[in-house]
Nanobody, 113 residues
Framework: VQLVESGGGSVQAGGSLRLSCAAS????????MGWHRQAPGKQRELVAV???????NIASSVKGRFTISRDNAKNMVFLQMNSLKPEDTAVYYC????????WGQGTQVTVSS
């Protein structure tokens, strides 16, 4: 499984960004897809995950501001990020779970105050 992210960038606090992740390869084996993030000097943390059936789990730190969605027909997962805060600054990694976990290369999100 190969994952390619897009949509990162720089935005001021209160702004919005939408991350996209396209999966290719052995996509029929994928169940859950989602996003982790890693800020400088911090451990990677789960942001949001969505199963093939559409069940979602959102981290409490972003709940109410971030929304995860998935297009199974296009093998894509999206992260809509609203009301961004400086503490959301991180590299965001797309992941997909099958027998193994697969990761994208990461996309930088920078939120300035």
């Amino acid at each position: 499984v190969q994952l390619v992210e897009s949509g990162g960038g720089s935005v001021q606090a209160g702004g919005s960004l939408r991350l996209s992740c396209a999966a290719s390869g052995s996509i029929s084996s994928i169940n859950a897809m989602g996003w982790h993030r890693q800020a400088p000097g911090k451990q990677r943390e789960l942001v949001a995950v969505i199963t093939r059936a559409g069940t979602t789990n959102i981290a409490s730190s972003v709940k109410g501001r971030f929304t995860i969605s998935r297009d199974n027909a296009k093998n894509m997962v999206f992260l809509q990020m609203n009301s961004l805060k400086p503490e959301d600054t991180a590299v965001y990694y797309c992941f997909a779970s099958s027998t193994f976990s697969h990761w994208g290369q990461g996309t930088q999100v920078t939120v300035s105050s």
